[in-house]
């Protein structure tokens, strides 16, 4: 089974995937942290994920389809993950069945995750969104720019910046 895996190490600003590839690996992250994102036609960049220690990232779409991809996966530290290519997770899968429960697991948990994050994007205020990720989220704070979090939740960075000095005030 071991040889099923493969760590990688990637230095900060590597990418795992870019824009016009096909993911080929399901990775994990073993020590580091990433950002998963989409740059539109006008070259503003949207973070859709962050992805720490015991996470999982990749674009899934991709991955089954085997499709290329319209997102990047960037490291924002160096960082080590083990990575595993969508045949051999598939034989992964049949060899032994209780990772197609932890696999299938994952996967319905990063789907909660989306809708909750759709809802809240049309339902909530972005500062309603940022206390929210500051409470789902509290040890991204010294890892992540503040640059990036505006990225993720949809405003700019100003304004983000004005969200934090009116929740600093008594």
């Known amino acids: 089974m071991e040889e099923l895996f493969h760590e990688k190490r990637v230095r900060r600003r590597q990418y795992l995937l870019q824009e016009g590839d096909v993911c080929t690996h399901n990775t994990f992250v073993v020590e580091g942290c990433f950002r998963m994102f ?30 290329p991809s319209r997102l990047y996966i960037e490291a924002l530290e160096h960082s080590v993950v083990i990575q595993i290519k969508k045949e051999d997770q598939l034989r992964l899968f049949v060899d032994f069945p209780k990772f197609n429960r932890i696999f299938r697991v994952f996967t319905e948990n990063a789907l909660v995750s989306a809708q909750r994050r759709i809802l809240q994007n049309i339902s909530s205020t972005a500062e ?24 993720y939740l949809g405003v700019t960075p100003e304004f983000l910046s004005t969200i934090r000095k009116r929740l600093a005030k008594p």
Do not use: T
């Open 38 to 67: 989409l740059v539109d036609e006008k070259g503003k960049e949207h973070n859709l994920q962050f992805a720490v220690e015991n996470w999982w990232i990749g674009d899934i779409g991709s991955f089954h389809s085997e499709e």
């Open 128 to 151: 309603e969104r940022y206390l929210d990720f500051l409470k789902r989220h509290p040890d991204f704070f010294n890892r992540i720019s503040n640059v990036q979090i505006a990225s």
